[in-house]
T-cell receptor, first 115, second 115 residues
């Protein structure tokens, strides 16, 4: 069965510092890969997605993620964190060909930003 | 894109009662999905709601507990029946627009507390 592991439950960074959130997955084939952000009281917003092609994916709000097939990883990065980035971040996988449907999510990483 | 409205946004319910959550989309969509987010846990897919047919439930979820209606292409309901405190979660509606290679949009969720 597919699974997604986000090993860091909570991360705290200073504003302006760089950020990397880790995501590893277990899947029979290369899945579709996603990062979502959930701000308090809000629904999930898609940051970026990987279906195929270039393994470095650019997303909204200055985020990027790199797919590494050999490591089954899809880590999210941002060079300089802003206080408004404080939120919970979810990595998700979906069956190839089914796109964004029927996603399997990790448990999330809560990001706190120190001014 | 799609804008999703969920009602209610939150509720506190007595054990043994039922709650129906509504999901309204501003455009016609083929597939709608219901997820559950238990405290401190990841999102888990409950079922896929297809217009004109029975919902498809994931392992561990049954129709008697989570009956779903899908009367048209813009609306769905999820009922949480005979509630217990273990049902306290955030329930989210999701839709996919435009085929496989597309973004899944999420409602803001319904925060349910069962006492």
């Amino acid at each position: 069965a597919q699974s997604v592991t986000q090993p860091d439950i909570h991360i705290t960074v200073s504003e302006g510092a760089s950020l990397e959130l880790r995501c590893n997955y277990s899947y029979g084939a290369t899945p579709y890969l996603f990062w979502y952000v959930q701000s308090p009281g809000q629904g999930l917003q898609l940051l970026l997605k990987y279906f195929s092609g270039d393994t470095l994916v650019q997303g909204i709000k200055g985020f990027e993620a790199e797919f590494k097939r050999s490591q089954s990883s899809f880590n999210l990065r941002k060079p300089s964190v802003h206080w408004s980035d404080a939120a919970e971040y979810f990595c998700a996988v979906g069956p190839p060909g089914a796109g964004s449907y029927q996603l399997t999510f990790g448990k999330g990483t809560k990001l706190s930003v120190i001014p | 894109s799609a804008v999703i409205s969920q009602k209610p946004s939150r509720d506190i319910c007595q054990r043994g009662t039922s709650l129906t959550i509504q999901c309204q989309v501003d455009s016609q969509v083929t597939m709608m999905f219901w997820y559950r987010q238990q405290p401190g846990q990841s999102l888990t897919l409950i079922a896929t709601a297809n217009q004109g047919s029975e919902a498809t439930y994931e392992s561990g979820f049954v129709i008697d507990k989570f009956p779903i209606s899908r009367p048209n292409l813009t609306f769905s309901t999820l009922t949480v029946s005979n509630m217990s405190p273990e049902d306290s979660s955030i329930y989210l509606c999701s839709v996919g627009v435009g085929g496989a290679n597309t973004e899944a949009f999420f409602g803001q969720g319904t925060r349910l507390t069962v006492v």
